[in-house]
Every structure is written in C-alpha cells, then in structure tokens.
C-alpha cells in the first residue's frame, strides 16, 4: 500500500510549498519506508527528488529546499511508499525517471508476473518495470498489458502533459479550488482536509460532487498551458483513453492428486487468475483455491454422519467413548471431530493480556517508552523486518494507564508520550479542524510529535463518479 498527493495549476508558490508539505506529512499513513516528489516548473521542464524514510526526512533535506522549494513550480506530484516489491533502498524508492523518454512516474499497487514485461531485469521492483514498459511502448499498451493493482500518476515530457490512471484494485481522489483553476489528487479523499484548511475548495457544482474518484480503466491527461490569455485554460484535457486488457494466454499445468486410493493424472488449464478447467471438458473451477465449495462437502459428509450414527457423541463420566463405538468404522471419524478432550472440560487458554505478569514501564532515561525524534530512527533501518521483530501494529492509536498516568502510542511507529506532555506538544488542538481535544480518546491519528487528527476529521467524505458539467466546461 502507497500513497499518492500532488496539485498541479495556478496557485502562489508560498501557499503551494505549504499545502504540498501537509499532504505529503499525511500521505505518510500509507506508507513511512521512502518518500519522493516529482516538480514541474512552468517552464515544464521537470525534476524530482526521494529519500528512503517518511516525509520528514524528504522535506528536511537540502535537495528537497533546492529542487523543490525554491523553484516555481506549475506541479507537483508526492508519493510515499511502503514496500511491497523489492528493498527498501533509494534504488527502489519513487518516483522512476526514464530521462530519455522524459517520462518520470510515481505507482501505488503491486503487479503481478511483471517479470514477463520485456523491460524486466533482475533486481527492479515491479514499478519500475512497469515505467520502463511505458517508455517504450506507450500508456494505453503498458496498462492493458499488465496484471495486477495500479495507480498511476506521471509526467510526460515530450507531450507535456500530467497524466493519471488506475484500475478497481487502488483508488484516486480529486478536487479543486473554489475558482477551478487548481486541481488536487489524493488517494483518500479525505486528506483533502490539508488543502481545506489553507484555500477554499470548490462545492462540487450542480451534482455537490465535491470529491470525484477517478473512473477504472480510463487515461486521464491534461496537457498544460503555463501562460493561459484570454479565454484559454491552464489545464487542456486531452481526449480519455479507453484501457481493454488484452487476453491472458492459456497455461497448461499438470497434477496428481489423490482420487480415494487410486491416483489420477489429471490436466488443467488456467483460464483466468485462480481459475482452472479440466482439458477434457469440464466447468471452470479451482480445485485448490474453491475453499467454499470444499467446506460445503465436508458440512455435507458430516450431516450424513450424524443422521446415521449407532451411538452417542459425547464421552461418559469417565471421559471414554462408549465401548460400542471403539470398534466402529466411524469412531476414528468422530475422534478427529471432538478431539480427545472431553465436552465438560475446556482446553488450556493463552493468559489474556489483563492475566499475565504486568511490566513496569516508567517514563525514564532507560525506558523504551520515551518517544524518539527524528534523529533516533536511522534510514537503513526503517522498512525492514526479520523472524524476531515484534509484529506490526494496526493503524490509530491506543491508550495505557499506568500509575495513574494516562499514556497514548501512536501504533504505526511504536511511539509512546504521556497525555499531559502529548497536550503541551500539539497544544491539544486537532491540525485540520483546530478544534480542541479534552480526553485522549478523541485523538484519531498521530502526524508526527507536535500534530494529530481528530477522531471526527477521520470521517471519510462521499464523492460521485460521474464528472460534473460545470467541471468538464472549465477544463475545456
């Protein structure tokens, strides 16, 4: 899972550098193993920049200032990755620049037998190959030729153009500026919030459509015009593009399995991702992914059991099965169902998190609870996971009371404060709505140590499908 943000059209370059550095601190909820950016400048010639570790190390960084900051900028496009395919290592990070093709890319989604693509070589993650592909054939073949979930958003240099796509598997948000003059892309709308709370958006036309998801299987383009006069449009879209996915080839694979006590060789053949058809004509079927089905008989088998059973299921006081059932051809069967414990004991249970041992974990200079910065976590080490990590935590944040001390970890990260030093730090005081916050459990998502989200700003917003006409005509 990644995250995609960016605007691209006519904004001041203090107000754009400020809302481009919020979506990307927010677009770290999708993913803290790299971070890149992609800069268009309204000369429309590009450049880009990445770093291996969330947000903070990309934005504090003097490459970001130089190449980013202080250069005026028509677009922007910002990715955060979290590792799916491939290392986590500068190599692998987003965005991929193909400078002869002046194509430059970022991908949220992870694909599927990529290495079948003629740009595969080993050691490039799926993303990359994919951009390759595109650099050489084309968008609309590269997407109907590869497999698996894809968002996309890059710049094409030669076409000047800002151009997006994506399939069911991934999602796309967009909105704009009150004056329609600005666009904003999101992968959850409602990150949209970072944007709101700098500019006015518009109030989605006639339909209230304020947030509009991108369609599957379409090619968005919007050529760019840097010094509109007149009439003219800062942003021209170009006619959409249509994405068929061309037919997979057939594959014929064979196996043994067992039929009762005799062995079959049977042939199958895949017709499509987890589907398989006998070659001597029989239905479409997996015989190793259909766990329904499967279920389905074996509920079936038992119900027949049970109706034709010669003797009661549970044991007697001794906890034997009965005597008549030791000798039948069906007691091996009902000793795999009920196990060999019997029905009035319970089978040992792991001690719940309130029974074991408790832990003493005070705030302290030894204590692992102290929340570290910035310069405590080291690149290399973000991303990686070995046999004696400790598992990864969910998303949002928990809470702890400890010596009459109420504290909250932010459970991405691990990060722990106490409620009063977490309140003197963000001044308890949501960073969208600046709304007050009294109890911790109306903290939502922690951002970083000084700015949260509160639980009602993580309400995620609905948006149509279908483009607004007022939106079309402004686009022209």
């Known amino acids: 899972m990644c995250g995609l943000v960016g605007m691209v059209g006519d904004i001041s370059h203090q107000l754009r550098t400020v809302i481009f550095r919020d979506m990307l601190e927010i ?117 109907e030729t590869v497999e698996g979930a894809f968002a996309c958003v890059w710049w094409d240099g030669q076409e000047k153009t800002i151009n997006f796509a994506r399939n069911a598997e991934r999602p796309l948000w967009f909105t704009w500026s009150e004056d329609l003059k600005t666009m ?29 998801e991108l369609p599957v299987h379409q090619i968005w383009s919007f050529r760019l015009n840097p010094k509109p006069t007149g009439e003219q449009k800062l942003l021209i879209q170009q006619p959409v593009q249509i994405i068929v996915p061309k037919p997979r080839p057939s594959v014929v694979h064979t196996y043994n399995w067992n039929r009762g006590n005799s062995h079959e060789d049977g042939r199958w053949e895949r017709v499509g991702p987890g589907s398989y058809r006998r070659d001597r004509g029989g239905e479409v079927s997996n015989p190793f992914l259909d766990r329904q089905k499967i279920q389905e008989q074996m509920d079936e088998m038992w119900a027949g059991f049970d109706d034709d059973l010669p003797f009661e299921l549970s044991p007697d006081k001794e906890g034997q099965t009965p005597t008549d059932s030791e000798n039948s051809q069906l007691s091996n069967v009902e000793f795999l169902r009920h196990s060999l414990t019997p029905s009035d004991t319970e089978l040992p249970k792991r001690p719940s998190r309130s029974s074991r041992k408790p832990i003493l974990s005070l705030p302290g200079s030894s204590s692992s609870a102290l929340a570290l910065s910035s310069s405590d976590v080291h ?19 928990s809470l702890r009371v400890l ?55 993580l309400v995620e917003p609905k948006g149509e499908l279908v483009l607004p006409k007022t939106l079309k005509s402004s686009v022209g």
């Open 27 to 143: 677009c770290q909820l999708r993913g803290r193993d790299s971070t890149g950016a992609i800069h268009v400048g309204k000369d429309l010639e590009y450049d880009f920049v990445k770093r291996v570790g969330p947000p903070m190390f990309l934005l504090d960084s003097r490459e970001y200032e130089a190449k980013v900051e202080r250069k005026e900028a028509i677009a922007l496009i910002g990715h955060c990755r979290s590792k799916t395919v491939g290392e986590v290592n500068i190599k692998n990070a987003h965005p991929f620049d193909f400078a002869e093709r002046q194509l430059c890319g970022v991908h949220n989604g992870t694909l599927r037998a990529y290495h079948q693509l003629d740009t595969h070589e080993y050691g490039k993650v799926d993303s990359e190959v994919m951009y390759g592909h595109m650099a050489i054939h084309g968008a609309k073949d590269t997407f």
């Open 379 to 397: 690149c290399a080490d973000i991303g990686k996971s070995t046999k004696t990590s400790r598992p990864q935590m969910s998303r949002g944040v």
């Open 403 to 457: 010596a009459g001390v109420t504290y909250i970890t932010q459970n991405v990260t691990g990060r722990e404060w106490d409620w009063p030093q977490f309140q003197d730090k963000t001044g308890s005081r949501c960073c969208f709505c600046k709304t007050e916050v009294i109890h911790p459990h109306e903290v939502g998502e922690i951002i970083s140590e000084d700015k949260f989200i509160c639980k009602p700003c």
């Open 184 to 212: 904003f892309w999101a992968s959850e709308p409602w990150w949209f919030g970072a944007v709101e709370r700098k500019i006015k958006l518009w109030d989605g036309g006639e339909q209230k459509a304020k947030y509009i």
